[in-house]
């Protein structure tokens, strides 16, 4: 019985954790070297992460600064950049990457909040499915005689409690980033 709800407490952390991970990539006032995470670059016949070629730092609210470690890897970066098309067209002097964002209009913000409103969506309905998914277990496991009634009903209850503070941290983490996008 333990075994659930350990395994339901582990997929929630990971449930989380990917809505972090989803958020990081809504850009917000900020911008976040996670927009070049999905960034792969030819490095020596291998395709790289970005991060793994150069210093990427964030000197401004709307600039990334890309400083490759081999010069030589400026122009395969600036490539990988426009492949991607991350809205931003790269500008380089000969040894840094610059990455200049224009301010986010209003209805670029609410449309990044409704994008988050829908992750956020989308994760509680992860949480249910942990939840219905135990459920299930728990039941099979009482009509194979494993374990009582009582004792599915007392994993029930701790379930739902860890779902419910699942979600509400969801919930949570979706007012921040919504407060986040709206600032100016």
């Given at each position: 019985?333990?075994?659930?709800?350990?395994?339901?407490?582990?997929?929630?952390?990971?449930?989380?954790?990917?809505?972090?991970?989803?958020?990081?990539?809504?850009?917000?006032?900020?911008?976040?070297?996670?927009?070049l995470d999905n960034v792969k670059v030819d490095s020596y016949g291998t395709m790289t992460p970005v991060s793994q070629v150069a210093t990427i730092s964030n000197p401004e609210a709307r600039?990334?600064?890309?400083?490759?470690?081999?010069?030589?890897?400026?122009?395969?970066?600036?490539?990988?950049?426009?492949?991607?098309n991350i809205g931003v067209n790269p500008s380089n002097d000969g040894k840094v990457i610059r990455l200049a964002f224009p301010a986010l209009s209003q209805d670029r913000r609410n449309d990044s909040v409704k994008e988050a409103k829908q992750i956020a969506e989308n994760h509680k309905i992860s949480m249910r499915n942990i939840r219905r998914d135990i459920m299930d277990s728990l039941k099979k496991d009482e009509k194979e005689g494993i374990i009582s009634e009582n004792e599915r009903?007392?994993?029930?209850?701790?379930?739902?409690?860890?779902?419910?503070?699942g979600i509400e941290k969801i919930v949570e983490a979706f007012e921040k980033k919504s407060n986040e996008i709206l600032e100016i």
């Open positions: 019985m333990s075994q659930y709800l350990q395994d339901a407490e582990s997929k929630i952390a990971k449930t989380l954790e990917s809505l972090q991970s989803d958020f990081s990539k809504i850009r917000s006032g900020r911008v976040s070297a996670s927009v600039l990334i600064v890309i400083s490759p470690w081999d010069k030589s890897m400026i122009a395969p970066i600036e490539k990988a950049i426009q492949k991607e009903k007392q994993a029930e209850d701790k379930l739902q409690k860890a779902i419910d503070k």
